[in-house]
């Protein structure tokens, strides 16, 4: 339903940029979408959301000030800026949405619309 792409191999420091197309979707109007990670052996875990709606966005502590999460509403895609990457960022990468109605946060299990994951591996 969603379409992840743009993850990679890079060195800690450096950037990544994920894209996330509505695919079967159409479009995010209407939306909450969001960029949720997990890395092996691990919970997925919330990395940042964003409403359609309003534009508002909410950023794990972890990511806070090195992600950027942003809308293309004429592309229909969202994207992740990811600066000064971690080895602890390392992951598998999804996106997701939800309609803005059903929308409380960015709560893994409240979204119901999954791309197939992207993988990030960030090296020391």
């Known amino acids: 339903q969603l379409q992840a792409s743009g993850g990679g191999l890079v060195q800690a420091g450096e950037s990544l940029t994920l894209s996330c197309a509505a695919a079967?979707?159409?479009?995010?109007?209407?939306?909450?979408i969001g960029w949720f990670r997990q890395a092996p052996g691990k919970e997925r875990e919330a990395v940042s959301c964003?409403?359609?709606?309003?534009?508002?966005?909410y950023y794990a502590t972890s990511v806070k000030g090195r992600f950027t999460i942003s809308i293309n509403d004429a592309e229909n895609t969202v994207f992740l800026r990811m600066n000064n990457l971690r080895p602890d960022d390392t992951a598998a990468y999804y996106c997701?949405?939800?309609?803005?109605?059903?929308?409380?946060?960015?709560?893994?299990?409240?979204?119901?619309?999954w791309g197939q994951g992207t993988l990030v591996t960030v090296s020391s």
């Open positions: 997701a949405a939800v309609v803005e109605g059903d929308y409380n946060g960015c709560f893994v299990h409240d979204y119901n619309y």
């Open positions: 964003i409403s359609s709606d309003d534009g508002s966005t």
């Open positions: 079967s979707l159409g479009t995010f109007d209407d939306y909450a």
